[in-house]
């Protein structure tokens, strides 16, 4: 019976390493694109079933466990863990409007681009006020049923929600007590459920993955990479100084390993890279947190899905990127006022961008707007934007991985023999 189990092709299948078979999905999907070109898109619905699958389960993963993270920490300690990971969202977005504005002003995109007019129907996004209103549900069930515009007033309920709990488990009340304890446990039973399902999803992974990349390389082809590789290296140089050095050095200095930390999040990495959506990911994201990196639940439950709503470095960076090559474009230098306006403006609107494909394409209007460059820009770049929608959404997601695992350090909230800290593991 046992040699039977062990030889099935489906059980191989199952016990190959998952980064590995995302990695040759990914490779297969290259060779695919451009080999086949854009008549490749037969394999679309395969794409969309890998989406469709990861879109499934993140608003009932992030409400069941983010109602057990809130209610197994105190209260004071998840302000305390909250107003942390502000404060890192924040300072690292600024980091990346810098590092944006620089290697835009090094490499210098758009010198002697002729600005055509190009269509594009600009889309007006709301006020910022209106945003951040928009945060605290009217109605927590229906936020549940949206996404992504549910997935922050879902995280403002369920921590709510979670906090109640906290206080029924330690009522003086027997019977509020025990309904309390039998409730986290159905949370915390639904929570592992999830999780369950995000480790199937993942083994359809690999075929999602090889489907969405090679759609895109056989719609655009290399050439795309040639004709706008500036504004590409720019994005891409910019968002790997982010993750190797920025990130790479906070981490370093917290006394985590770098390479253990990339090793870790890889899967989240790739995934964001293709599908091109921080919420998307989360339920990757999350499941990397918590295996790969031992995260605490009470930790990452949170900071993970406002990271992947509100924390954006890599769109900070190819907002920066952009707005110096409109103004190249139009052979216009920048002043430094203009960049300390594009810098603050990109940072602030960079919060209120969806974490989904091509939501940082409409709030660019917002930052070239700011200093009056042209928006017709957003029309041009709309034709390469799935490749750097590819970069941002990547260097935002390990933006997320990293602020969970520096956070949760300087709380203790990290169990080091679990996942990639575990000694003697080699993958
Ligand atoms: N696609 C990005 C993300 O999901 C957002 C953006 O377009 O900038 O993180």
Redesign the pocket.
């Known amino acids: 019976m046992k040699g039977k189990k062990k030889t099935g092709i489906f059980r191989k299948y199952l016990d190959f390493p998952l980064i590995y078979k995302i990695t040759i999905g990914f490779l297969l999907g290259v060779v695919a694109g451009l080999t086949v070109g854009p008549s490749i898109s037969v394999v679309k619905p395969l794409g969309d079933l890998f989406l469709r699958l990861l879109r499934m389960i993140v608003m009932p993963l992030i409400f069941f466990t983010l109602v057990v993270g809130a209610s197994t920490i105190d209260p004071k300690k998840l302000g305390r863990i909250g107003g942390k990971v502000i404060a890192w969202y924040f300072a690292t977005s600024f980091i990346a409007a810098a590092i944006g504005i620089s290697i835009g002003l090094l490499v210098k995109p758009g010198i002697g681009h002729p600005l055509a007019e190009v269509e594009y129907t600009v889309t007006t996004p709301p006020p910022f006020i209106e945003t951040v209103l928009s945060w605290v549900p009217e109605n927590p069930f229906e936020a549940l049923t949206q996404f992504p515009e549910g997935v922050l007033p879902t995280i403002i309920f369920a921590l709510m929600f979670g906090i109640g709990l906290t206080y029924l488990r330690n009522s003086k009340i027997n019977r509020h007590r025990e309904s309390g304890d039998t409730l986290f446990k159905v949370f915390d039973a639904c929570a592992e459920i999830m999780y369950k399902i995000v480790r199937f999803v993942l083994e359809f992974a690999p075929f999602g993955v090889f489907a969405l990349i090679a759609i895109v390389i056989g719609e655009k082809g290399i050439s795309i990479f040639v004709s706008y590789g500036k504004i590409i290296g720019a994005a891409a140089v910019g968002t790997a100084i982010m993750i190797l050095g920025v990130y790479s050095a906070v981490l370093f200095a917290c006394g985590i390993n770098p390479l253990k930390f990339l090793r870790g999040g890889k899967e989240a990495m790739l995934t964001a890279f293709v599908t091109?959506?921080?919420?998307g990911t989360l339920p990757v994201t999350m499941k990397c947190a918590d295996e790969n990196f031992g995260v605490n639940r009470s930790a990452y439950s949170f900071s993970l899905p406002i990271g992947a709503t509100i924390n954006?470095d890599g769109?900070a960076i190819?907002m920066l990127v952009v707005a110096v090559f409109a103004a190249n474009a139009v052979g216009h230098v920048l002043t430094a006022s203009e960049i300390a306006t594009l810098i603050v403006v990109a940072v602030m609107s960079s919060i209120g961008?969806a974490?989904?494909?091509?939501?940082?394409?409409i709030m660019l209007t917002v930052t070239l707007g700011s200093i009056g460059l042209p928006l017709q820009v957003v029309g041009l770049i709309a034709g390469i934007d799935v490749i750097l929608?590819m970069i941002?959404?990547m260097g935002?997601v390990t933006g997320d991985m990293t602020c969970a695992l520096v956070v949760s350090k300087s709380e203790n909230l990290i169990d080091f023999e679990k996942g990639v800290w575990k000694k003697g593991r080699t993958s």
């Open positions: 091109r959506s921080s919420s954006m769109t190819y961008v974490g989904v494909p091509m939501g940082g394409l929608d941002r959404t935002n």
